[in-house]
């Protein structure tokens, strides 16, 4: 059911000379609100999946494109006041790469797969501890990280084997990208049997020219995954740095140092749960990571 027209907004747009930003769903809304923002862009920005009763935001995006390919390609003007964006998904693999005026492809599987660098790993530090980001040095991150890298091999040969699934209709999955990389982690004997298609895998990403590499897992794993993943093992990580600190940190902290390891600036701090370290996770944006799609942003009018 339609509940809006996406020719009226952008006629809205135009007319009142702010663009429109279309994405996939309404959690997107204030993650890209904050990405305009490093952009200086004063957008107007709405959630496709509010506009048309279908699944898949991405699906969305596509319709609300498709209807207003007529006026985009007739007046070219118009592009400078509305960007659809959908997330790359498994779009490249599967070669259903949309044909639309006005679609915007991200770079990675999602807008999720942007917030897992070295430096988001710095900020959690600085949230969850008494560090200040001047006081984490790159063994500290290294040290965090350890506990998400050591995942990170589960996470491939579970995003390969959903990718196959996604790709291939006769293949029996063992998974699939609807469901939560947490039950593979839950599930040694899931986790096992995964782990023994190893060889199976490895030749199907042959065919893409597929590693483990983070960089890979970017475009191939499930943004979610991938957060759940990072988080996972960051708060980890977070949680062993108090005792890291006085026994094996090239300069323990004043406080270790004096013999006061309870007060240690990097001592978690208590009450964080997974679900509100992703949330914060979400609004610190990693300039470096999303450049790309400020340069788009910066296509648009201002």
Not at 147 to 164: D, G, H, I, M, Q
Not at 213 to 241: A, F, M, N, P, Q
Request: glycine share 4%; aromatic share 10%.
């Amino acid at each position: 059911m339609l509940i809006y027209d996406p020719e009226e907004e952008l006629a809205d747009a135009f007319m009142h000379k702010t663009p429109l930003i279309v994405v996939e769903g309404v959690d997107d809304v204030p993650i890209y609100y904050r990405i305009a923002a490093k952009a200086n862009l004063n957008p107007e920005i709405v959630a496709a999946e509010i506009y048309f009763d279908i699944d898949e935001g991405c699906e969305a995006v596509i319709e609300f494109t498709k209807q207003l390919q007529h006026q985009l390609t007739s007046n070219a003007e118009l592009l400078n006041y509305f960007l659809a964006i959908i997330d790359c998904d498994t779009r490249y693999y599967r070669n259903t790469i949309p044909n639309l005026t006005g679609i915007f492809i991200l770079r990675y599987y999602s807008i999720e797969s942007h917030f897992v660098t070295r430096n988001h790993t710095k900020e959690l530090i600085r949230l969850l501890t008494n560090a200040p980001s001047a006081k984490i040095i790159n063994q500290d991150i290294d040290f965090v990280e350890t506990p998400f890298v050591n995942l990170l091999e589960l996470l491939y040969y579970s995003s390969l084997e959903a990718l196959k699934n996604s790709m291939i209709d006769t293949y029996t999955s063992l998974i699939g990208f609807s469901e939560s990389i947490i039950r593979v982690i839950n599930d040694s004997q899931l986790k096992d049997l995964i782990l023994l298609k190893k060889q199976e895998l490895d030749e199907f990403a042959e065919n893409y020219n597929l590693s483990l590499d983070r960089e890979v897992l970017k475009h191939i794993s499930k943004g979610k995954w991938l957060l759940d993943i990072y988080v996972k093992g960051i708060v980890k990580g977070i949680k062993s740095l108090q005792t890291y600190c006085g026994q094996h940190r090239l300069q323990s902290c004043d406080c270790c140092k004096s013999g006061k390891p309870n007060k240690c600036m990097f001592k978690m701090s208590k009450g964080f749960q997974e679900q509100a370290i992703k949330a914060i996770l979400l609004q610190h944006i990693d300039i470096e990571e999303i450049t790309y799609i400020i340069d788009e942003f910066n296509k648009l009018a201002q």
